[in-house]
T-cell receptor, first 115, second 110 residues
Framework: SAVISQKPSRDICQRGTSLTIQCQVD?????MFWYRQQPGQSLTLIAT?????????ESGFVIDKFPISRPNLTFSTLTVSNMSPEDSSIYLC????????????FGPGTRLTVL | LAKTTQPISMDSYEGQEVNITCSHN???????ITWYQQFPSQGPRFIIQ???TKVTNEVASLFIPADRKSSTLSLPRVSLSDTAVYYC???????????FGKGTRLSVIA
């Protein structure tokens, strides 16, 4: 199994600022994903972080608001730009191993509060 | 992607066996059925995955009938620490991201 860590674990930010969340996996993985989970809700996929190319965003999420980097097979970042209170949520990264049937593992999440 | 339907919530007493059923009528041939558990303020944790018949591990059992249109997660002798949200997903092979439904909120009562 893969062990995934995220930094920061939580943050409180001011409206209009940006926050970059880091995701580190303890082994090389093929796929990395970013999700958002609002209080009491299920997880919503933001984007697939592609190594060496631009991320693939889901409907309702755009690169200008959520730029993503994936410089190698173990690391990715998600930036929440120009934040508003509506961006307050838990942001989770996940990773899947090399085989197509490998399980996806999740990080502990980053709890973001925007004032 | 196959849509899954499961009860919104369930209650159980400690020590009982809990069965959570999930329907996935339009499951594809190459989909695996996967269950995750999520505690408050934590990321989802993989519990079990299967394709057909029965799979058992140290945490749970997963029963999948021959038509694969439903599946049942069985948790033996639950304890208070099993209180969590349980998600059923049809996981397509081929590096596709997971799509989460609303999940089942299980409350275990002493």
């Amino acid at each position: 199994s893969a062990v995934i860590s995220q930094k920061p674990s939580r943050d409180i930010c001011q409206r209009g600022t940006s926050l970059t969340i880091q995701c580190q996996v303890d082994s090389q993985v093929t796929m990395m994903f970013w999700y958002r989970q609002q209080p009491g809700q299920s997880l919503t996929l933001i984007a697939t972080a592609n190594q060496g190319s631009e991320a693939t965003y889901e409907s309702g999420f755009v690169i200008d608001k959520f730029p993503i980097s994936r410089p190698n097979l173990t690391f990715s970042t998600l930036t929440v730009s120009n934040m508003s209170p509506e961006d307050s949520s838990i942001y989770l990264c996940s990773a899947q191993g090399e085989r197509s049937t490998d399980t996806q593992y999740f990080g502990p999440g980053t709890r973001l509060t925007v004032l | 992607l196959a849509k899954t339907t499961q009860p919104i919530s369930m209650d159980s007493y400690e020590g009982q066996e809990v069965n959570i059923t999930c329907s996935h009528n339009n499951i594809a041939t190459n989909d695996y059925i996967t269950w995750y558990q999520q505690f408050p303020s934590q990321g989802p944790r993989f519990i079990i995955q299967g394709y057909k018949t029965k799979v058992t591990n140290e945490v749970a059992s997963l029963f999948i009938p021959a038509d694969r249109k439903s599946s049942t997660l069985s948790l033996p002798r639950v304890s208070l620490s099993d209180t969590a949200v349980y998600y059923c997903l049809a996981f397509p092979s081929g590096n596709t991201p997971l799509v989460f439904g609303k999940g089942t909120r299980l409350s275990v009562i002493a």
